[in-house]
């Protein structure tokens, strides 16, 4: 069923939960207003977007990226010759890989939640991938909190979650002892969207350790009900990856994860962030 009509493209909800696909559009083109704003309604209304067979060089990715807003810098030895730009990718070339992939990203989670500033989106696009496997999945985080007990919305609506991340080692993965060169942040466990209005659920299996004011043994109960919650099939949307596939998720209202695929098979995803949404 189509949400969104104009002469330019249609939308189609790809699950009742999250996602939908926009058709009928070239990503190269120079978008008219009304085609672009149609397609940023389409991502505040359905949490993630997907336009398929597409054929987008690295400015064109940019150039697609600015019209949502200012484009995050990248610091990483992966990244293409904007500073935006880098490579999620298991592909080496002379030894030496040429983009990165952490065991990390196969637990849900959201881009950077251990910073101050977050990122409102994250957009990729499909260069290689796999015969089968190293999908996204990604879960939507409004159905998530709309759908907890009231007396467990209750509980939550003033906590704040902490977040972490070891820059010089891998995703953490497995809850101990924090390094002491984990980057953290504390953010709401309630988060407010700052542009739909709508309440979600902002914790993550891979990276919130812990609740403010909380002991460890008093956080991890709570902690592992909203976990086991906001990951449940029906909020969740699985995208089988495509050349040419280009997919924009709003990081304020998702979470995401990867399902594992083959070492002997190559994967080549080229990524920019959002890093804030400007609205014209």
């Not at 957009?123 to 991938?129: H, K, R």
């Not at 969207?193 to 002991?215: C, D, F, Q, S, W």
């Not at 956080?219 to 495509?242: S, T």
């Amino acid at each position: 069923m189509d949400t969104h009509r104009d002469t330019r493209l249609t939308v189609k909800p790809l699950t009742p939960t999250i996602g939908a696909e926009i058709v009928g559009i070239d990503l190269r083109e120079n978008l008219d207003h009304a085609t672009f704003e149609a397609i940023r309604t389409a991502w505040h209304d359905h949490a993630v977007i997907v336009v398929r067979g597409q054929e987008l060089g690295e400015d064109d990715q940019i150039r697609l990226g600015e019209r949502f807003g200012e484009i995050g810098h990248i610091f990483n030895p992966h990244k293409g010759k904007h500073p935006g730009l880098m490579f999620v990718s298991n592909i080496r070339e002379d030894g030496k890989p040429i983009g990165v992939l952490p065991d990390g990203e196969m637990q849900f989670h959201s881009d950077q939640c251990y910073t101050e500033f977050p990122p409102a989106g994250t957009m990729l696009y499909g260069i290689e991938v796999p015969s089968t496997g190293g999908d996204t999945l990604f879960a939507n985080m409004y159905a998530a909190y709309d759908t907890l007990p009231a007396d467990v919305q209750a509980r939550i609506e003033t906590l704040r979650g902490v977040h972490y991340y070891d820059p010089l080692g891998e995703y953490i993965v497995q809850k101990g002892p924090i390094s002491p060169n984990a980057m953290r942040w504390a953010h709401p466990v309630v988060h407010r969207h700052p542009i739909t209005g709508r309440k979600a659920l902002y914790v993550n299996r891979l990276m919130t350790y812990e609740i403010e004011g909380m002991t460890a043994d008093e956080a991890e109960p709570l902690l592992n009900l909203l976990f086991d919650h906001q990951e449940q099939p029906h909020f969740v949307y699985q995208h089988v990856w495509r050349p040419g596939d280009v997919v924009l998720w709003d990081n304020r209202c998702t979470l995401h994860a990867r399902t594992d695929f083959s070492t002997e098979e190559r994967r080549l995803l080229r990524r920019i962030t959002i890093q804030r949404e400007i609205v014209a």
